[in-house]
């Protein structure tokens, strides 16, 4: 029986070998180096084009391995739970935030919201939600860390009919998103929103967020950058 155990636990780690999902080194699901990716890199900013006005997005990481990786896993392998990785990186962002005193510039939201992008129908369905853990963690480091209350609302949805992004040009990705979003409630006076989503590549889906959010709008957050 024992000869019987061992063998199919030898049988499981040779299918479903081992190895950190960022770089590939073998027994870890995520190396040290790899999980030290949340914390230890410095979140920059740029201003990202929303047509005829700006505003800032922030931003952890190049889209580029091992954090596209990361989050690939994030996204996908239902068996590793990568929560915590995501809610640090989150933040690692609202600390930048607190920090930069944009938060007391040319605003005077006493409080603010964090919006997770929202996901497709059938991310909602049936893929995991990652954007919500970042979220999580924007809001505890904001909040903890400026004189600014902080709190995370699922406010924003898409249109049922809005398909996936992937294999999309980055053309057909703006223009599927214009025009599709909505808020589930009403952002009350006072109240400043921070759009956080995974990946930001062509930048539609944080503009549409922008779109819905303006009058109420701080900034944009996400963990990794896209320039193909
Ligand atoms: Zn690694």
Not at 63 to 70: L, T
Not at 193 to 202: K, L, P, Q, R, W
Not at 208 to 222: D, I, L, N, P, Q
């Amino acid at each position: 029986m024992s000869f019987l155990h061992e063998a199919a636990h030898e049988l499981v780690s040779v299918c479903i070998p081992s190895a950190c999902v960022g770089c590939g080194r073998w027994d870890y699901s995520v190396c040290p180096l790899c999980a030290a990716l949340s914390y230890s890199l410095l979140p920059q900013w740029e201003l990202l084009d929303a047509g005829n006005v700006e505003y800032p997005l922030w931003e952890l990481s190049d889209y580029s391995d091992p954090m596209r990786s990361i989050i690939v896993a994030a996204k996908h392998s239902s068996r590793l739970d990568l929560s915590e990785f995501l809610f640090d990186c989150g933040v690692n962002i609202g600390l930048s935030i607190a920090q930069s005193g944009m938060l007391s510039v040319g605003s005077d939201a006493t409080s603010l919201w964090v919006v997770p992008a929202p996901a497709s129908w059938k991310r909602r369905l049936f893929g995991q939600g990652i954007t919500i853990h970042v979220a999580r963690g924007v809001a505890a480091a904001v909040g903890g860390h400026s004189e600014v209350a902080c709190c995370v609302r699922d406010a924003c949805r898409l249109d049922p009919w809005v398909s996936s992004q992937a294999g999309k040009s980055s053309e057909q990705r703006r223009e599927s998103r214009r025009g599709r979003m909505y808020m589930t409630e009403e952002v009350p006076r006072g109240v400043g929103v921070i759009g956080v989503d995974d990946v930001v590549a062509s930048g539609g889906t944080m503009n549409e967020m922008f779109r819905v959010f303006e009058r109420s709008w701080v900034a944009g957050a996400c963990i990794a950058r896209s320039r193909q």
